[in-house]
């Protein structure tokens, strides 16, 4: 499956539901604003990959990027990556066309430069159904065939026909590395404070280097509660005196057979999310541990994908905020926001101290 292509950039806009972050006292809630309509946003130098057909529809992962400076990394700069999938069916999607005088005047994505919001501009558009749209201004003198957006809709149909079934690897063109790394991805609320900081993969290799059970930590910023915001306060305090520390860590376990996707699998003891989303705080399925299939793979095997799911972290192997834009944390990469490392979990744990129990 071809890789996305950072030259292929182009425009996508989608309708969303509106959601807020209000702050009361000390809390900041997230809510869905149910009863106000359907937003539009676009979103500048997006590409686009096929990840695969199921059912006769066809997914598609958009993906962004940029780059801003980091105090946790040490103040360097950084490359904050974001991601949405969606589901389209190919066989309603018509040929690009010329929109004239287009405007992004009603758009309600904030920093798009006030020429570009102000002044209509002639574009190039593939609409994919459902309001959603990949699309770039007209080059003078280039016929629209010559566009990058044609090449994408040659890629979707020509996908379409191939007959190839239900895919399950990101592609993309990144550093490789040769071992075990998940690929995490998160809501992209950054007014929450919820962010992933760092990554440890500890590692044992069994049976002739063939398997291999991977013990991944996540470390978070912080976990906010949502749903029971009003708590908020107290679960800090009680982090604090029961582990010494306000950040949050979540650990799972992965079952890695080399060049074997059919055997790999997820252990989300304690911390699965099933069906939940992001207005949920308090989930903390499979008590005792259950084996969940890896369903999506980043850019080869090594890399199983892993969706933070709700407000207190809770994951699994699937993505259940389909409509968010994520954040895409590839731990190995240059310029990697997160920290990779190898520490376990006791090795983590034994950096805070108790209050209460030393």
Request: with cysteine.
């Amino acid at each position: 499956m071809p890789e996305e292509q950072d030259d292929e950039r182009v425009w996508f806009s989608h309708w969303t539901k509106e959601y807020q972050v209000r702050q009361v006292g000390k809390k900041r809630i997230f809510e869905w604003l149910e009863k106000k309509p359907a937003i539009k946003l676009d979103w500048d130098n997006c590409t686009v990959g096929v990840v695969g057909r199921s059912d006769g529809m066809e997914r598609l992962v958009v993906r962004s990027k940029t780059s801003k400076n980091s105090q946790y990394m040490g103040n360097i700069p950084v490359q904050l990556r974001f991601m949405l999938m969606l589901d389209i069916d190919p066989g309603s999607v018509q040929e690009p066309v010329l929109d004239r005088n287009y405007s992004l005047a009603s758009s309600a994505r904030k920093h798009i430069p006030e020429s570009v919001r102000r002044t209509p501009h002639d574009r190039w558009v593939l609409r994919l159904g459902g309001g959603a749209e990949i699309w770039e201004w007209t080059r003078h003198g280039e016929d629209i065939k010559s566009s990058r957006t044609w090449r994408l809709y040659e890629k979707i149909m020509t996908f379409a026909q191939s007959g190839i079934s239900a895919g399950n690897v990101f592609m993309a063109r990144v550093e490789e590395i040769d071992s075990v790394v998940p690929v995490i991805y998160q809501p992209a609320v950054d007014s929450l404070d919820n962010f992933l900081r760092e990554v440890h993969c500890a590692a044992a290799t069994t049976i002739d280097g063939e398997t291999v059970d991977v013990e991944v930590s996540l470390v978070f910023n912080n976990e906010q509660l949502r749903k029971f915001a009003f708590a908020d306060g107290l679960y800090r305090w009680l982090r604090k005196l029961l582990y010494g520390r306000s950040i949050d860590i979540e650990t799972f376990r992965i079952h890695f057979v080399r060049d074997r996707q059919d055997k790999d699998y997820f252990i989300f003891q304690g911390i699965y999310s099933g069906d939940y989303g992001l207005t949920y705080d308090t989930i903390h399925l499979d008590t005792s541990p259950e084996m969940h299939r890896v369903g999506y793979y980043f850019a080869g095997q090594n890399h199983p994908v892993v969706f933070i799911n709700t407000s207190n972290h809770a994951m699994a192997g699937h993505d259940n905020n389909a409509q968010m834009w994520k954040w895409e944390y590839v731990p190995w990469v240059a310029k990697s926001p997160v920290v990779l490392g190898t520490k376990s979990r006791s090795e983590l744990d034994k950096q805070f101290h108790s209050v209460l129990f030393g």
